[in-house]
């Protein structure tokens, strides 16, 4: 993967691009105005996206928790955009969480994807959820790109 700042910056770009195009509707990274998580993601040197995010108290399940359906949606959501930072559009097929530590509502969290491997229109990839140096969850999941989920005329 590209590590010079130029190299980023257009990977960057085709992925805001691929975002609008397919993903305007999207609950994890769409504006909390339109009831959207508001996930800013952005590429990394190493290919992989990355985006903290403060836990509000309207998603909590027991008290001070982040709720972990809510965890999930993040993890996922990260997958998705480290995908599009690849330039591929592809949806969840198989989604697996581990949920380690309690995400504590009211602090910011990182949270980190990347692509592991591929084969064909099947990608497997890998996120977590930080919080104050704690891995609270890790995910690893696999995606069908969409262009092998469209039938041929």
Known sequence: MATDMPAIAAIE????SLQQQTHRHCYACGAPERGGL???????????????WQCPPNYQSYEGILHGGVIATLLDGAMVHALFAQG??????????RYRHPVIIGQEIQITARKD?????????????????????????????????????
Do not use: Y
Request: proline share 5%; with cysteine; net charge neutral.
């Open 117 to 153: 491997t591929a084969s064909g229109p099947l990608h497997v990839l890998s996120a977590e959820i930080a919080q104050n140096g704690v891995v609270c969850a890790s995910a690893r999941a696999k995606f069908m790109q969409a262009s092998a989920l469209t039938p041929n005329p």
């Open 38 to 52: 508001g996930l800013e993601f952005i590429t990394q040197a190493d290919g992989s996206v990355a985006a903290t």
């Open 13 to 16: 770009q085709s992925r805001r």
């Open 88 to 97: 591929v559009v592809a949806h969840t097929a198989d989604l697996h969480v």
